[in-house]
């Protein structure tokens, strides 16, 4: 069987395209930690290759010969919902049975079926690490997997049994534990009775150093989809890895489901004697938001916590002084997950997350909107006609801003996502939309693309339209004229045909025959359509 890119658990070299996973950690840092006896936190976004990196880890630990070391997910005690009587048991159970596959070791085991069962789940787990690691002829490192899946009182005992033993190590306590998960330990957030809140760096106040996996680099990203074209003779248009490249930042679940849908799902692409453009690839990238996999559902429903929603409305209303306000923890959980970069400046991670997150949280609003259809905004040339487009969603908005804003988690930015709603909808008979959100700059770039002969769809001439997005703050002139300046910019950058910007009004004093208006302004020779909402 040919190799393939994988979308789905841990990369396996012999049948998955794969990047080396110690080249993506400090290894010799990592060792160093090790051999100093520390204890330490591994976190990384979902589906970035930890499990990967934990198993190439152990084996390569177990290759050298001075330690023992094992591999645990836990994420099965989660079921326990913070009872330490049946959350404990359970990680012991999954540790034992681990032991035994990856080391060929029954002794643990055995212990635990004739004996360690029996004992206080408050001090199974610190009893058995002991056991274990008395009889085994090696110091012992162990990697625990999904630690932050546990809640409450289960995670609470964990950490405190680990710490209880830990002065007893190495020769009745293991060398080394690594704590993984999406998130640091610092962010593991504990309730006890009366709503008190610990974190969990005060259950686990012995952890030395939190190491945090990046994503595959820009020349990793094109190495990886390079041993595809090495294997198969199949060619890839150059110009697409820079399009990878923006769409993804190297995030590697991306990286792997966009060449999946690329040279496999994409049925065409199966005869590798056949090159692959730029617009299979895009059509590819389309196919991937389209289809909401798993990942992308995943980071759908984290969209809903107040804290993700926090952080992540205020990016979408492009309100830098909005995130200037909020918690540093907030904006490291949200980095933690993989939302948001921080560096050189705070924006949502990649560009496939920018079109998915506004798309998510619009998806019911998208399927509600009442009769709206493509074909009445085509003209006779089969081109959108933009300004009957506006005119509708003015109306439209003027009858249904109110109730259904109501509705939006993410009130802040509720105007622009509903326009978002209200022109996918449309846009989605033949056409996409690409965003762009302005943090600093007070707006949102949409950038529409419409296919203007149906048969050779992307392939043949196209319509480029920009339309600008933006909340009133302050005198109205003074938004237009800055708007004006932002929205020939853009449209000069893309290469759009026409442009249009939006002005929203949130103040509720202002009546909706004072909001509701439209403009033609010109700048630096180039028409823009300016529409108040």
């Known amino acids: 069987m040919p190799r393939f890119f994988n979308n789905a658990g841990p990369t396996v070299p012999a049948d998955h395209y794969a990047i080396d996973p110690l080249s993506r950690i400090d290894w010799e840092d990592l060792q160093a930690l090790i051999e100093q006896k520390r204890y330490f936190v591994l976190h990384a976004p979902r589906q970035t290759g930890k499990t990967t990196t934990l198993l190439a880890m152990m084996e390569a630990i177990n290759a ?20 330490p009587d049946k959350g404990i048991p359970t990680v012991c159970s999954v540790l034992a049975r681990s032991i035994e596959d990856y080391l060929g070791d029954d002794v643990v085991s055995r212990w635990w079926r004739d004996e360690g069962h029996h004992l206080p789940a408050s001090d199974q787990l610190t009893r058995l ?20 899946a546990l809640v409450g009182d289960t995670l609470i005992s964990l950490l405190r049994q680990i710490r209880a033993g830990y002065p007893q190590r190495p020769d009745a306590f293991p060398q080394s534990i690594v704590l993984c998960g999406v998130r640091d330990v610092r962010d593991y957030r504990l309730h006890q009775e009366g709503a008190q809140v610990i974190t969990g760096g005060s259950a686990f106040n012995i952890k030395a150093e939190s190491l945090r996996m990046g994503n595959f680099t820009e020349e990793e990203c094109q190495a990886l989809w390079q041993q595809h074209t090495d294997e198969t003779g199949q060619p890839l248009d150059p110009a697409i ?13 991306l990286v792997n489901a966009l060449g999946y849908e690329l040279t496999w799902r994409f049925k065409p692409a199966r005869d590798r004697s056949r090159p692959l453009s730029l617009e299979d690839y895009r059509a590819a990238r389309e196919a991937l938001i389209q289809s909401r996999a798993t990942h992308l559902d995943q980071l759908a429903d984290k969209l809903r916590e107040p804290r993700v929603c926090r952080v992540i409305s205020e990016l979408l209303a492009s309100g830098e002084e909005g995130l200037e306000q909020l918690p540093l923890d907030d904006l490291e959980y949200v980095h933690d997950l993989g939302l948001i970069e921080v560096r050189p400046r705070v924006r949502i991670s990649n560009r496939i997350y920018r079109e998915v997150i506004p798309r998510e949280l619009t998806w019911t609003t998208q399927v509600r909107i009442p009769n709206q259809e493509t074909v009445w905004y085509l003209t006779p040339v089969h081109c959108l006609d933009v300004p009957r487009l506006m005119r509708a969603f ?65 392939h043949g001439p196209m319509q480029r339209i920009v339309i600008e997005l933006k909340l009133q703050r302050g005198a109205l002139e003074g938004v237009i004229s800055q708007g004006l300046i932002q929205t020939a910019a853009y449209a000069t950058q893309v290469g759009a045909d026409e442009a249009h910007l939006v002005i929203f009004n949130r103040d509720p004093d202002v009546t909706w025959e004072q909001r509701i208006w439209d403009m033609e302004r010109t700048v630096e020779g180039r028409c823009i359509r300016v529409w108040g909402a």
């Open 394 to 458: 003015q109306q439209f908005f003027r009858e249904n801003a109110d109730s259904w804003l109501e509705r939006f988690d993410y009130k802040e930015a509720g105007p622009q996502l509903l326009m978002q709603a209200f022109l996918q909808r449309i846009v989605n008979g033949g056409g996409r939309i690409s965003r762009e959100y302005g943090l600093g700059r007070k707006r949102t770039d949409l950038f529409i693309e419409w296919p203007t002969e149906p048969a050779r769809g992307f």
């Open 241 to 253: 890895f820079q399009e990878l490249w923006e769409d993804t930042h190297g995030q590697p679940w």
């Open 129 to 148: 690490l002991r056991h274990w690691s008395q009889q085994c002829s090696r110091p012992i490192v162990l990697f625990l997997d999904e630690v932050d």
């Open 64 to 83: 050298q010969g001075r330690y023992a070391c094992a591999y645990a997910n836990i994420e099965g005690a989660q079921v326990a919902r913070g009872n």
